[in-house]
């Protein structure tokens, strides 16, 4: 599957979107994602809330594409029904999305294999893992349940749904809700290596730590948004992904930040920001933007009157180092689904 979606991107960017909603679906089902989570994953995909309803029921279960439920309601005429399940998008006309029907079909197709009997269903408890603001008890059961051992360090991973995986995560996975949007979580141990694109990888940590892995792992796939940056580990950052995991984006952006921003106007700006807090020297800088060094002064002084501080100076490269990063985390479109590229017109 996710060769021929590699092999498709570039002749059928269609079919290529397509494709990422079967091998989200086909991911989730691989790990016995349950309802919740699925119903998370198609409304994240198609934009809308989503719903399903079972057999006699008269209020169907209704889920927001930000991976939280909505109250239940009546279901809608239309949508799909298979055996006795229905489920269905809302929109706000009677025009369906690109890849509506795939969805519902991936979607019904998901849900019935949970409903199964036969098929043990996998407790939804991870986002129970991942928030420390409930009792520790209550986050040590919903670990032991999941079949994570204490004394043992482990990591949080998380994706888009819509990534494309190369190695499976080899532990318990869920669509777990944040404030970014629904992510494809799982905790693997410290060691494991997984493969997927884009990807987020928190520290390592004992269980009861993991919310604290998980946010880091949030900030990681926020900084995995660049097209040489694929895949972020927190532990590259140190102590920076703990800080910037434990801060509250905060609704408007500070003065360092807004500097930064401003910066981002220009062609040269963030990647000769991102040079210089990397660099040891400004001739390094120079040569990691393919840039003469007299070319990185005049740079160097225009950053310096956007901040209003040199960022070689002492402390000021951690400042400016900081506000990159901030920045980055808030303006990240890492968890946006990729829109199909528009069809070349018939010469």
């Known amino acids: ?38 119903l998370s994953a198609a409304a994240a995909l198609a934009g809308r809330p989503v719903g399903v309803r079972r057999g006699s029921e008269v209020m169907g279960v209704r889920v927001g594409p930000d991976g939280r439920r909505l109250p239940p ?25 690109l890849n509506d029907a795939l969805i519902l079909e991936r979607l019904v197709l998901a849900l019935r294999m949970r409903y199964d009997e036969t098929v043990p269903m996998a407790p939804r ?29 482990l990591r949080a991973v998380v994706a888009p749904l819509f990534a494309v995986w190369r190695t499976h995560p080899a532990g318990p996975e869920d669509v777990v809700a944040t404030d970014f949007g629904p992510v494809h979580a799982a905790v693997v141990p410290a060691a494991a290596e997984v493969a997927a694109s884009p990807l ?21 796939l926020r900084l995995a948004d660049t097209a040489d940056e694929r895949v972020s580990r927190a532990d590259d950052l140190g102590v920076l992904a703990e800080t910037l995991a434990d801060q509250p984006i905060r609704p408007r952006m500070d003065a360092d930040e807004e500097a ?43 950053i310096t009157a956007e901040f209003g501080f ?35 017109a018939a010469g």
């Not at 079919?15 to 699925?38: K, N």
């Not at 210089?276 to 400004?282: D, G, I, K, P, Y």
Request: charged fraction near 25%.
């Open 310 to 344: 040199s960022p070689l100076d002492g402390w000021a490269r951690t400042r400016a180092a900081v506000a990159l990063l901030r920045w980055r985390v808030r303006t990240s479109r890492v968890l946006e689904l990729p829109a199909p590229a528009s069809t070349p």
């Open 260 to 302: 930064v921003a401003r910066l981002a106007g220009h062609p040269w700006g963030i990647a000769t920001l991102d040079a210089l807090v990397r660099s040891t020297s400004v001739r390094d800088a120079a040569r990691m933007v393919g840039i003469h060094h007299s070319t990185m002064t005049t740079r160097i002084a225009a």
């Open 125 to 153: 408890d991870l986002a129970l893992v991942f928030d420390d603001t409930i009792d520790p008890t209550v986050r040590r059961d919903a670990a032991t349940r999941r079949g994570l051992p204490s004394g043992t360090l």
């Open 200 to 220: 987020g990888i928190g520290i390592a940590v004992e269980r009861d730590d993991l919310a604290l892995s998980f946010r880091t792992a949030l900030v990681a």
């Open 73 to 97: 309601g009546p279901a809608p005429a239309g949508g799909l029904i298979a055996d006795d399940v229905h489920v269905w998008i809302e929109r706000d006309d009677d025009r369906p999305g």
């Open 1 to 38: 599957m996710q060769e021929l979606l590699g092999r498709l991107r570039a002749l059928d960017p269609t079919a290529s979107q397509g494709l990422r909603v079967i091998a989200c679906f086909d991911e989730l089902m691989a790990g016995h994602v349950g309802t919740d989570g699925l």
